[in-house]
């Protein structure tokens, strides 16, 4: 028997995942949240660029390296631009960019804010596929979000 009925969710990421590592002034394993903002230096021709980080307790900064002494003709035009204006869409590429945080920080926390946006359905039908799709990959749990939406018990 085919199943007709398509239910679509989006998954909106509603914030960018905190790291955790040592903060200096806190003197023990603090959270750092994305600021939101790069820093762009150059020296000479030589491009270094990296993602300011806050420890949520001191502000306290931790700078992610996203170039590290690039020469600038390799740099594409366009995303130095983005870089400099402190793009949004660019920002939050890299503060998904999980696995590499991972290897520079003591842990990512993934468990962040996200909202969901369901079709429309009007039907009667007692069968439905569920397609959901998401754009950041932040390790969303399918047996948490099914039960979330299902409004049912993992088990
Ligand atoms: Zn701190």
Redesign the pocket.
């Known amino acids: 028997m085919s199943v007709n009925q398509v239910v679509n969710y989006e998954v909106i990421a509603l914030e960018t995942p905190k790291i955790i590592r040592n903060?200096?002034?806190?003197k023990r394993s603090?959270e750092y949240y994305c600021s939101d903002k790069f820093r762009v230096n150059a020296n000479q021709k030589l491009v270094d660029i990296w993602l300011i980080y806050n420890?949520?307790?001191?502000?306290?900064t931790w700078n992610y390296p996203i170039l590290s002494r690039v020469h600038v003709s390799r740099v594409d035009p366009i995303l130095h631009q983005k870089y400099m204006n402190n793009d949004q869409e660019t920002i939050w590429y890299h503060a998904f960019e999980i696995n590499k945080l991972r290897k520079l920080c003591d842990a990512v926390n993934k468990d962040i804010d996200y909202a969901l946006k369901k079709d429309k359905v009007d039907s009667n039908s007692s069968e439905a596929k569920i397609r959901i799709s998401c754009k950041y990959d932040f390790g969303l749990r399918i047996d948490k979000f099914l039960a979330q939406i299902l409004d049912t018990s993992r088990s």
């Open positions: 903060c200096r002034n806190c603090t420890c949520v307790h001191c502000e306290n």
